[in-house]
């Protein structure tokens, strides 16, 4: 037989601790037995405001893990900021979106820094123009160096006869680029120029393409005088004389070209005063001239005498092709800036 233990009392439960636990109402774990709480006409509002009061949101934390969940015998799943991945991986419901570009990168730390001065030494694209122009203006000399040889020795003296000066076709499509070059490099010290003294932002698009509207702009004038010229000295002198004039006005030109490179080079990657550039370019634009009106004189006014014919002639043609080159470059650039 077993005895009782005499030490075992047993707990005397109250009617009323009976009904307190019975009414006790349990937790809700779901927005479900929430929204069973609540009257049937409880509004949305009520609703929802309901399912916040009884569950606070929580700061969620991704893992940086690796995902290797992926069905066995295949690859793990590709980013879709590979390069290299295949149009099918890429298409999704928001694809036709303009919006979605899940290759782009959301936003980046920290503040941005001020952006670095534009300066002519860290333009590229001018400083291969410059490199081109003196690889090409030493290939140029090499193919048309006896020509102009020939016309620094003879170009003070003064023939006692109209002879001229034999030359081939290559030595004169060298002196054709010399001239080209002469027109890029006024190009960039009028680019210069205006960027200094007159504007840094333009309609264009690209500030190189002020360049080449510079340089077109230049080559006219050029092309214009050489046809005012042709027109003129066909009325009044011969053929030979014209010749003559012509290769001289070349070679003027070239010899322009090769005095303002080594300014142009300087004002690039030394960032000289552009006063000391105004005058040095100035200084050069009046000895060429000088030198083009001795050689007018010695070849068309020299048997004449005529003074004043010669400087209305150089005037007409030279002078004033000039300030209307300049005015011309004014109006151009005062109509491409911008203006505040």
């Known amino acids: 037989m077993f005895r009782q233990d005499s030490i075992h009392v047993e707990p005397i439960v109250s009617s009323a601790t009976v009904d307190t636990i019975e009414q006790k109402p349990a937790k809700p774990q779901t927005p479900y037995q929430v929204l069973r709480l609540l009257p049937k006409d409880a509004t949305p509002a009520q609703q929802d405001s309901a399912i916040q009061a009884w569950f606070q949101p929580g700061e969620i934390h991704y893992s940086s893990r690796p995902d290797t969940l992926h069905l066995p015998g295949h690859d793990i799943g590709k980013s879709l900021k590979d390069v290299n991945l295949p149009q099918y991986y890429r298409e999704n419901f928001f694809s ?67 002879h001229t000066m034999t030359e081939t076709s290559t030595e004169i499509k060298s002196q054709f680029f010399f001239l080209l070059q002469t027109c890029l490099l006024l190009a960039l010290l009028y680019f210069f120029y205006t960027r200094e003294y007159v504007a840094d932002t333009f309609l264009l698009s690209d500030e190189y393409l002020l360049v080449a509207i510079l340089t077109g702009v230049f080559i006219s004038y050029y092309l214009l005088k050489y046809l005012l010229y042709a027109y003129v000295n066909l009325v009044f002198f011969d053929h030979k004389r014209n010749k003559q004039y012509f290769l001289t006005l070349l070679f003027l030109y070239s010899l322009e070209g090769v005095l303002l490179y080594p300014i142009v080079a300087l004002l690039t990657f030394f960032d000289i005063s552009a006063q000391s550039v105004a005058y040095y370019t100035i200084s050069v634009v009046i000895l060429v001239k000088i030198l083009t009106f001795y050689k007018c004189f010695v070849i068309f006014f020299r048997q004449n005498g005529l003074y004043l014919q010669i400087i209305l002639y150089f005037c007409a043609l030279e002078i004033i092709p000039l300030f209307a080159l300049w005015g011309g470059l004014a109006v151009i650039v005062n109509a491409l800036k911008i203006n505040f």
Do not use: W
């Not at 730390?109 to 090409?136: H, Q, R, W």
């Open 96 to 162: 036709e979106n303009a919006l979605f570009h899940p290759e782009l990168d959301g936003g980046r730390f920290g503040v941005a820094g001020d952006p670095i001065p534009y300066t002519t030494k860290n333009d590229n694209i001018i400083t291969s123009m410059l490199l081109v122009c003196f690889v090409m203006t030493l290939i140029a000399f090499s193919f048309s160096k006896g020509f102009l040889l020939r016309q620094s020795k003879n170009f003070f003296y003064i023939p006692k006869s109209d």
